[in-house]
């Protein structure tokens, strides 16, 4: 597996792929690897020739407050997870040459970044869309991938993608849970071991409401009732949002359908967790 620190470098590395017919894969990560990215990998490796796995701390989408400057970050085990996993490359670029303290341009996709998410962390899928577009510009792969927990984050680069005319097309891959359900994410080392018992509440709650909806009930508010009446009831959550939305403009739906996706943002103490359950 081969570590490559330069754009330049990536860009020569992909275009020999290209010109030997070989397809590209690409694992975009902020590092701190787990069994979720490694899915994500497993995936692009047995869809592409080669893979590759950048590793980046995003500067652009931490607002003010937020905890870049304690974002897990261990390089070795991510190099050794991610070859482990079957990538070929990581691209593991300095901070300047990704984004230099004098960048003047961005990209947002208005609206879609205003809701939910974008309604609580302001910029964030700006920064998010930014640096992921500068990415598929350097890495330029065949098809990346995504993971279906940051659900509005992906609906957001599918419509970037489109928009912008790029030549990559996304494969969405299920999340990956702990054995007793707690969605994975780099930011489940923050929880105490109180905190880690009630971040569960998440995943109870949507459980809840899958069986609801496998019942029969079609309507939205009386699920997301039940969904906030358990929440409530964890003494150690405090629950940012929850929606039930079309799981592709992310638009609120009265009307449970199959192209429904329940949302859920929630701090467990100070870390901040979101899942989701879609209805396909």
């Known amino acids: 597996m081969k570590i490559v620190k330069t754009v330049q470098n990536m860009r020569q590395l992909s275009k020999k792929a290209k010109a ?3 397809s590209v894969g690409f694992v975009p990560t902020m590092g701190y690897l787990h069994d979720g990215h490694l899915s994500l990998i497993h995936r692009a490796r047995k869809d592409c020739d080669i893979v590759v796995v950048s590793i980046f701390v995003n500067p652009m989408q931490f607002a003010q407050g937020e905890d870049l400057k304690t ?15 079957g990538a070929d490359v ?5 901070a ?32 998010v869309c930014t640096i992921v577009g500068k990415l598929f510009n350097i890495v330029n792969p065949d098809i990346a991938y995504f993971g279906q927990k940051d659900a509005q984050q992906t609906a957001i680069i599918k419509r970037m993608i489109k928009d912008l005319n790029f ?17 994975m994410s780099s930011r489940n080392k923050y ?8 971040a569960l509440v998440l995943y109870r709650s949507l459980q809840e409401a899958k069986e609801m909806i496998k019942n029969g009930e079609k309507k939205s508010d009386n699920v997301l009732e039940r969904i906030k009446s358990i929440i409530k009831k964890e003494r150690l959550s405090y629950m940012d949002y929850v929606g ?3 799981f592709e403009d992310f ?6 359908s199959k192209t429904s996706l329940i949302i859920i943002a929630c701090r467990i103490g100070k870390t901040r967790l979101i899942d989701n359950f879609l209805l396909i």
Do not use: Q
């Open 20 to 22: 030997n017919n070989k």
């Open 71 to 85: 974002y897990p970050r261990d390089f070795d085990m991510d190099r050794k997870l991610a070859e482990s996993a």
């Open 90 to 94: 990581v691209f593991y670029p300095d």
């Open 96 to 127: 300047k040459h990704i984004c230099p303290k004098d960048s003047s341009t961005f990209i947002s996709v208005e609206n879609l970044d205003k809701i939910w998410e974008g309604k609580t962390r302001p910029e964030h899928f700006r920064g």
């Open 167 to 183: 030549n990559v097309s996304i494969v969405v891959v299920p999340t990956v849970r702990e054995k007793d359900g707690l969605a």
């Open 191 to 198: 929880l105490s071991s109180d905190e880690r018992k009630a």
């Open 244 to 246: 039930i939305v079309n």
């Open 251 to 256: 638009s609120s739906v009265s009307e449970i």
